[in-house]
């Protein structure tokens, strides 16, 4: 019987230890995502700011 505990505790930790790999996976994935949607929004705004200081200087300045 004391051999089957000592298995039962092992194959728990086994578990455990596996299931906190798995959430650290997917915690390192999703902040990746994450960060990646961040940049595209930053170019994004950036892209969208540059356009309208272009439209709007070239309302000020007419050829």
């Avoid at 455990?16 to 994935?29: D, P, Q, R, V």
């Avoid at 949607?37 to 930053?42: D, T, V």
Wanted: hydrophobic share 40%; charged share 30%; proline share 3%.
């Amino acid at each position: 019987m004391n051999s089957m505990v000592k298995m039962l505790i092992i194959v728990t930790l086994i578990y455990y230890f596996l299931k906190g790999l798995i959430y650290l996976m997917l915690w390192i994935a999703t902040h990746k995502v994450e960060e990646n949607a961040r940049e595209r929004k930053r170019k994004r705004h950036e892209q969208i700011k540059a356009k309208h200081s272009t439209l709007r200087h070239d309302g000020e300045n007419p050829p």
